[in-house]
């Protein structure tokens, strides 16, 4: 929403102008968080796969933790996946 000295501001709190003072500190803080909760399941993942055949053999609590990834598929054909 435009205010009357052209800036820009936000529909639910019109004292908070965009691209200024708090704005500018949340904005860069998203995209932070962003890029951090996507490179760390990611990395999560990736890390979670290579141990998997080592890991799933010592303890069946790994299979649990992470059965979103591994619950399709069979423990004797793991390499297929």
């Known amino acids: 929403k435009s ?3 052209g800036a820009s501001a936000l529909v639910s709190y019109p004292n908070i102008t965009c691209w200024e003072g708090d704005h500018d500190g949340m904005v860069v803080l998203g995209m932070l968080f962003t890029v951090a909760y ?3 399941f990611l990395a ?13 053999a010592e303890s069946a609590v790994f299979l ?3 059965r979103f990834l591994f619950f399709r598929f069979r423990p004797d ?3 297929w996946g």
């Open 38 to 40: 996507g490179v760390g």
């Open 3 to 5: 205010q009357p000295s």
């Open 64 to 66: 649990v933790m992470f």
């Open 44 to 56: 999560v993942a990736l890390w979670a796969n290579v141990v998997a055949p080592r890991r799933s």
């Open 77 to 79: 054909r793991w390499y």
